[in-house]
């Protein structure tokens, strides 16, 4: 195991999803540990690839070379780190969570806090990546897909900032549930457009910007999670991974060691493998992905696609996905729309396979309550989204001991959720306060 | 070059299970009835990432009522029987044949005698590709007898187009502009050097059968169709001055919706035959 272990990250970003992937054929490979799926052969098809429609492939192809060319630029590597701490706030937070942590009795909690990002969360990070690769291309107009609208609202701000056209996909579902962000995006001067077709969510979205692309293809589809056909699954975690360096040493400044566990929720897996990438070559550090529990365990209540989930391809990417038993996809469902996602990050499929990250899942009504916990007992108000994280992170703590530390990625700030969790919360007055602003307006 | 046919030199695509698994299958036998040259069958999927809004509506709306693959097989296999004569390709999104198995779905189209297959967001170099034609070859041959079908556009590079060509795809599908099914219609000024590089190759691996059919091409040049966002018999009879066949999907699904799909059939007929007529004299 320590022999494979030393090549997780090389093999990750060297050669995840290359376009006719013979040399990824290794990521499939291994034998992975106490999985309720069987792990594939070494002859079976590897997982993540390029498998879009032929008139994309330009595009993708001019995308890979330029991240090949410039992950290695110092040039571009110093505007990366320079824009990351002028525009976004770079280095976040690393917070110890004392009072939680004795409530709970067990292991030490450390919260990282990427909801400090400009923004509001972790999707800044590749935004801010990805649109100094797009203004490298000479690209002129940009496309994105958001769920909960954190990384529509990044690409709004990155786009803003650096002077370029942006239009935004968002599920219907999504775009009413997270209204506070598709006006911050509006503001930026992005179009946002509303995707009525299928369970109007976060693929949806994903579709209806890859349609966009198709008919233009000139345009820089700034995709937002570590998913998608290669190599975004690959740069998306490359860009990310500042967030598990940043732990690191914060975690060895505050505690003097590394963590024993690092728990981050899973939509598509961007905040993840951000967290999750520096850490993967020492096992002594284990890693946890959170995906929604939902509201239930049939089919359609949950997004848990790495506990439920079937290989197949979709979205350009080959992995697990949520889908019947006969290659249609399912309809998911979370109360966070940037969990509600039916496909999981090729790469996570491959280190869950491995045995090297471990999943779990949150539900609902523990997301909701870890929100109010965090907030009551600590001072933050965590995003839906990583709020899974520390509903697990809670019970995972409780049941260890007092020297163990974990570190919770807190991949965004809850303000966005106000109509949802005030809902939940304080029913009555959001009812007021929508009435209050009806006659207000009158 | 329309001339001296009896069939019209269309693609029409199809949704099987829409608005049901009979009654589209009864509009199969219209199409072949009324002579187009190639049927396309489309196996729906719940998320067809690369079609329009009608193609997309009747996919989600077949897919809702649960046509499976082995229905949509089963269907293909009863069509082929009753008009054995009649070229069917096969086109679905990569996932359902994945999840089907690729070894089951390759048998499954060789038993039935379908030829060529169309997946939208399969690049047919890629590593699924290569599993997926490595069941295709005949042993006896080493030639394939079902054939994937590349979906170029006008921004496929030449030596792309030239690496494929020589691959021995016997048929390629062209993208009439950038764009999605059933959106307008327009022809990309590229499309002509693409489809002069394609005429321009003799293909050596093709398999007699399928060229000698209707005594189209007397030489082994790979096939052309044209499709996305042909609706009208003008476009159609534009598109056949350069390709073999124009392909109609989102058009025929609105006439059949509208009720006018006899009609509109008709109309197609019509223009082919003046046009026959005018290029004899
Ligand atoms: C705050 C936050 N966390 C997590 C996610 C889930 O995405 P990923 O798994 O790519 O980190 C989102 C997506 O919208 C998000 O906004």
Known sequence: MNQTAKTYKDIILNTLGTFGGSNSRQLAGAVGADRNVPPPSATELPYGGTYIPEVLLPSLQEIAAAFDHFKFDEGFLADFADTLRTFSGRPTAFTPLPRLSAEFGGAQIFLKNEGLNHTGAHKITHCIGQILLAQRLGKQRIIAETGAGQHGYATAAVCARFGLDCTVYMGKKDYERQRPNVYWMELLGTKVVAVKEGSQTLNDAVIAAFKDWVANPDSYYLLGSAVGPHPYPAMNTFFQKVVGEEIRQQCIETTGRLPDYCVACVGGGSNAMGMFFDFLDEEQVQLVGVEAGGHGTQPGEHAAKLRDGKRGIFEGYHSYFLQDGDGNIAATHSVSAGLDYCGVSPILAYLADEGRVKFETANDEAALSAVKKLAQTEGIIPALESAHAFAYAFELAAGLTKDKIVVVNASGRGEKDLFITMRHFQEENLKAYAQHLLQHQK | ?281
Do not use: W
């Open chain 2, 1 to 281: 070059m329309v001339n001296q046919r009896s069939k019209l030199p269309l693609m029409a695509h199809l949704v099987l299970g829409y608005p049901t698994l009979a009654e589209s299958l009864r509009t199969a036998a219209q199409y072949i009835v009324a002579g187009v040259e190639i049927l396309e069958l489309q196996i729906p999927f719940s998320h067809p990432t690369a079609d329009g809004p009608v193609i997309t509506a009747a996919c989600q709306e077949a897919t809702r009522l649960g046509v499976s693959v082995s229905d949509c097989i089963e269907a293909i296999r009863g069509l082929h029987a009753q008009f054995p004569e009649q070229e069917i390709m096969v086109m679905s999104y990569l996932n359902r044949i994945y999840t089907f198995g690729f070894q089951e779905f390759v048998t499954e189209m060789k038993t039935i005698g379908v030829r060529h297959l169309i997946i939208p967001d399969l690049p047919v170099d890629s590593r699924a590709a290569e599993d997926l034609r490595d069941l295709t070859i005949s042993k006896k041959s080493g030639l394939s007898n079902l054939n994937l079908v590349p979906v170029l556009a006008a921004n496929t590079p030449d030596p792309r187009v030239e690496k494929l060509l020589a691959m021995g795809f016997d048929f390629f599908y062209l993208m009439s502009d950038f764009k999605i099914t059933g959106s307008g219609f327009s022809l990309h000024p590229r499309l002509k050097a693409i489809i002069q590089k394609i005429r321009a190759h003799p293909s050596t691996n093709l398999p007699a059968v399928a060229l000698t059919k209707e005594g189209h091409h007397s030489t082994n040049h790979p096939r052309i169709g044209i499709g996305f966002g042909i609706s009208t018999p003008e476009q159609a009879l534009k598109v056949v001055e350069d390709a073999d066949v124009a392909i109609i999907g989102s058009a025929l699904i609105q006439a059949q919706n509208a009720g006018k799909l006899t009609e509109y059939l008709e109309s197609l007929r019509q223009a082919f035959n003046n046009q026959q007529f005018e290029t004899k004299h």
